[in-house]
């Protein structure tokens, strides 16, 4: 079975500093992808970056990037010169093999930028 | 094209009532999908549609739900007699989708319908 651990419920960063969110996969699928979305209080699901299991580089978009350790099975987020916006809860997903794209989330890390 | 939409946003109900709720995909998204979240835990899995066929169920779907799709383009999920433990954020998302693995599949998610059941 597939399971995605996120072992930080809340974590604090100082605005304009990098901030990593931890995320631990398990899966015995060879192919796979994972994600990271961002949920602000509005409640809406925000996809910010992703990675495939084959993909040789580790994944970035903007301030965002992924550390991808396949051996290690984790998939860490991190956010470069973090905003005031920033602030909002975080899942990390994955999606195995076969035909759907259905996704297996986390618990979720609640980040909290501070001016 | 405007996103995924839900409606309502919020429903107040009463235990043992009927709701449902509505999602219009992204128009060229073939694939949608139901979760729900609780509070303080990430979305979990209900269904899966790929055009107007409903391909998987999770085992959390239980026979007071029943989503359908009847068109291959919006999609209503229903919640019979409700019960206090069904009070949650019901997400949908769409996607893209070949049938085979591709990063460019992401599922694009809506604003999510609140239910409380008092």
């Known amino acids: 079975a597939q399971k995605i651990t996120q072992t930080q419920p809340g974590m604090f960063v100082q605005e304009k500093e990098a901030v990593t969110l931890d995320c631990t996969y398990d899966t015995s699928d060879p192919s796979y992808g994972l994600f990271w979305y961002k949920q602000p209080s509005s409640g809406e699901m925000i996809f910010l970056i992703y990675q495939g299991s084959y993909d040789q580089q580790n994944a970035t978009e903007g301030r965002y990037s992924l550390n991808f350790q396949k051996a290690r099975k984790s998939a860490n987020l991190v956010i470069s010169a973090s905003q005031l916006g920033d602030s909002a809860m975080y899942f990390c997903a994955m999606r195995g093999g076969g035909a759907t794209n259905k996704l297996i989330f986390g618990t979720g890390t609640l980040l909290a930028v501070q001016p | 094209d405007t996103g995924v939409s839900q409606d309502p946003r919020h429903k107040i109900t009463k235990r043992g009532q009927n709701v449902t709720f509505r999602c219009d995909p992204i128009s060229e998204h073939n694939r949608l999908y139901w979760y729900r979240q609780t509070l303080g835990q990430g979305p979990e899995f209900l269904t899966y549609?790929?055009?107007?066929?409903?391909?998987?169920k999770s085992r959390l779907l239980s026979d007071r739900f029943s989503a359908e799709r009847p068109k291959g383009s919006f999609s209503t999920l229903e919640i019979q007699r409700t019960e206090q433990g069904d009070s949650a954020m019901y997400l949908c998302?769409?996607?893209?989708?070949?049938?085979?693995?591709?990063?460019?599949?992401?599922?694009?998610f809506g604003a999510g319908s609140r239910l409380t059941v008092l």
């Open positions: 998302a769409s996607s893209l989708g070949s049938g085979t693995l591709s990063g460019a599949n992401v599922l694009t």
């Open positions: 549609f790929q055009n107007e066929a409903q391909l998987e």
